[in-house]
């Protein structure tokens, strides 16, 4: 299951459902695979979207092995042009449980 940039488009009240339907969704030995924007992002201030603490992220993966987790932060350009400080999660994780 990949879910790449877009679930932080989502409002809190849609992105943690819509988040944990996604890893209900994976079978025991299948794997979540996500980029998300972390609460340091120049989205974080838009009640639009959700960026939530990479912990709260951490936290919602109790039941999966992290294999991959890459917390990270620039200032570069956006697909339209315009400057934005990106703070990107990517991980991906397989379910045990
Ligand atoms: C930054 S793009 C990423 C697209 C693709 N995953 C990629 O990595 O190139 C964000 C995507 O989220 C989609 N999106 C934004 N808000 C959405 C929503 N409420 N429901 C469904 N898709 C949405 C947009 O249409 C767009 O395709």
Redesign the pocket.
């Known amino acids: 299951m990949n879910a ?3 679930l932080p ?2 409002a809190p009240t ?1 992105f943690w459902p819509a988040w944990q339907r996604v890893l209900d969704a994976v079978v025991v030995g299948g794997r979540v695979a996500a ?1 998300l924007f972390g609460d340091r992002d120049g989205s974080a201030g838009d009640a639009s979207m959700t960026c939530p603490p990479p912990d709260a992220i951490r936290e919602s993966l109790a039941s999966f092995e992290i294999e991959h987790w890459a917390n990270k932060e620039e200032d570069t350009l956006t ?1 339209l042009g315009g400057p934005h400080h990106f703070h990107t999660l990517e991980l991906v994780a397989r379910r045990l449980r």
């Open positions: 790449s940039l877009s488009f989502l849609q980029m697909a």
